[in-house]
């Protein structure tokens, strides 16, 4: 019988290759209308190992998790954007970077099983790690919950209000419904899949540091042992899914695929510029 991490991690690959695929289309439109493919690529390669690289990546990462440019515009805008990239980026990190520590990756192969499994890594983190009893895992279960919190709670609730409440703003759509809220129920069901981890596994030591899902499972303790396990088999596929959906769906619409795709124009602009 597959396992209910295995089933989460497909969806995610799902996402992943249906990312791929509208990326490329994108990417080679966008190409098309550029004066010349061999010379956008020969300016990047050649920034790279030149002097300007540390100053495009200055101006990239105060643009891009500072939102400097759009704060300067729109105040609540910019940090609507600046906290949701900002968080996110770190709870994939911590959860990529431990993930492949944990597992000792050491071959391509290897890396590419534990990318996919990764973002589900407090499924199965009391199994594979024996002594979670140190600052390391503490800080990493605070992180995780945290990064969360932020996206969940602060950014979404700030770009709800921009949206749909706001003065002055342009009238909502069903497009910024659906971007606004799969991130959500990522996350929610995310908090409840670890909340069931954790009494699946007998609310171990340290699991009190992931705040949100831990007080979610102090609801949960009544459950019986087969009623968790049923959750926990479909809460983290639950989450796989949407994970992938919301991955899935980025480079075929506009607002998303802008919002990915911006901080790379920006690089690619940068470049051209110094060209000149």
């Known amino acids: 019988m597959i396992d209910a991490i295995t089933i989460a991690a497909a969806f995610f690959a799902a996402g992943v290759v249906a990312f791929i695929i509208g990326a490329l ?15 956008t690529i020969a300016s990047v390669i050649k920034t790279v190992f030149s002097k300007q690289l540390l100053t495009i990546i200055r101006t990239f ?3 891009i998790f500072g939102q400097k440019r759009l704060y300067s515009v729109d105040r609540l805008r910019g940090l609507e954007k600046a906290s949701f990239v900002t968080f996110y980026v ?3 990190l911590i959860n990529h970077i431990l993930a492949d520590m ?14 996919f499994r990764s973002p589900f890594f407090p499924a199965y983190i009391f199994e594979e790690v024996k002594d979670l009893q140190t600052p390391l895992w503490s800080a990493y279960f605070f ?14 609730l700030l770009a709800v209000h921009r ?23 990522w996350f929610i069901f995310r908090y409840v899949a670890e909340a069931v981890t954790i009494v699946k596994y007998g609310s171990p030591p340290g699991s009190q540091f992931m705040f949100v899902a831990y007080a979610i499972s102090l609801a949960l303790t009544p459950l019986s ?4 396990s049923l959750l926990y088999s479909i809460l983290w596929p639950t989450a796989g899914f949407f994970l992938g959906l919301f ?16 901080p790379l124009t920006m690089l690619v602009n940068s470049v051209g510029g110094e060209r000149k």
Request: proline content about 3%; charged content about 15%; aromatic content about 16%.
């Open 143 to 156: 992180i995780d919950n945290l990064s969360m919190a932020m996206v969940l709670f602060f950014a979404e």
């Open 247 to 262: 991955f899935g769906i980025i480079p075929y619409t506009g607002r998303l695929w802008h919002a990915f795709a911006a």
């Open 102 to 115: 944990v597992a000792g990756v050491s071959t391509v192969e290897a890396f590419l099983y534990e990318f």
């Open 25 to 39: 289309l994108n990417l080679r439109l966008w190409l098309l209308g550029s004066e010349s493919i061999p010379s």
């Open 225 to 228: 042992e087969a009623q968790i």
């Open 163 to 185: 949206r749909f409440f706001k003065k002055h703003f342009e009238a909502a759509t069903r497009e910024d419904a659906v971007l606004l809220f799969l991130p959500v129920i």
């Open 90 to 92: 770190l709870l994939i």
């Open 61 to 63: 990462i105060v643009n």
